[in-house]
């Protein structure tokens, strides 16, 4: 098996996108555990993966119409549903709410889950494989997820308490990534 041959599925680039996606499913299990730190640190790594996968394909000349949808999967499954869940648990852990903030909480999270999905398929349309545009349009998910991580630390530091501001500040993340907000591309 050659790891630098573009049309392998277990290309190097390819085995790089489906450490993402471990990371991001192991994080999940943790969160379950209440393991937010190590489960965080599993989102780090996640979104380093992310950087080096792409680095790694046009480097190689490993740019595939598979590569790309395997790595919007492992953006959706990392970068959306993942920290989505992890701010949830945390809320949950670390904040005294409500039953009716939770549920409305539950509906954001859905809400912001349908938003990077949406954001991430769009992008699938206007993009060809191997191409890197200027500027993103609207915030990319591995942003949005740390724009939640930070929602995380001030809900795990005591600065926010309420699952509704949660809610609010949710809503205005999963609104910037299908805005027309223009964001650089690293």
Known sequence: MNLFEKNNRFNIANLITFG???CGIIAMYLIQQNS?????VLAWIAGALDIADGKV??????????GIQVDSFADFLSF???PAFLLFYAVRYYADISGTEETILGVVFIWYIISGLRRLVEFNLKVDAGEV???????????GAILLWLVYLLTAYGVIGSGYVVALLVLVIAWSLNSKLKIPHP
């Open 57 to 66: 394909a046009r480097k190689y000349g490993l740019s595939t119409e598979f």
């Open 133 to 143: 545009a200027k500027y993103f349009e609207g915030v990319p998910t591995p942003l």
């Open 80 to 82: 959306v549903v993942m």
């Open 20 to 22: 993402n996606i471990a």
């Open 36 to 40: 937010f730190f190590a489960a965080i």
